[in-house]
Nanobody, 124 residues
Framework: QVQLVESGGGLVQPGGSLRLSCAASGFTLDSYAIGWFRQAPGKEREGVGCFSSSRSSTRYAQSVKGRFTISRDNAKNTVYLQMNSLKPEDTAIYYC?????????????????WGQGTQVTVSS
């Protein structure tokens, strides 16, 4: 059974950092691309970044490039999203998702399994 469980969200001041975790089970990270998405109230879900170990590549949305970094721990079957220099506009529910393939396509339709999400609030 495929499962994705996010953790690590919370309240942080502007300029601060958070690291989100996505624990995967029921499959191995090497076989699929893993993406991070976010959804703010009243807005559509948008892609933040996507990692494919088999393709050895990572792609980020322009809005987070240089601030967010995706990494993985194969031993724990876990993917991380390190978020630095956070801004109020980064406030959203963050989701990790498993892609339908190993390819990096940072659009929601390209992903078939989703976690429950974790809230990130950036506010002073």
């Amino acid at each position: 059974q495929v499962q994705l469980v996010e953790s690590g969200g919370g309240l942080v001041q502007p300029g601060g950092s958070l690291r989100l975790s996505c624990a995967a089970s029921g499959f191995t990270l090497d076989s699929y691309a893993i993406g991070w998405f976010r959804q703010a109230p009243g807005k559509e879900r948008e892609g933040v970044g996507c990692f494919s170990s088999s393709r050895s590549s990572t792609r980020y949305a322009q809005s987070v490039k240089g601030r967010f970094t995706i990494s993985r721990d194969n031993a724990k079957n876990t993917v991380y999203l390190q978020m630095n220099s956070l801004k109020p506009e980064d406030t959203a529910i963050y989701y990790c998702a498993r892609a339908r393939s190993r390819d990096i396509i940072l659009l929601p339709w390209a992903f078939d399994y989703w976690g429950q999400g974790t809230q990130v609030t950036v506010s002073s």
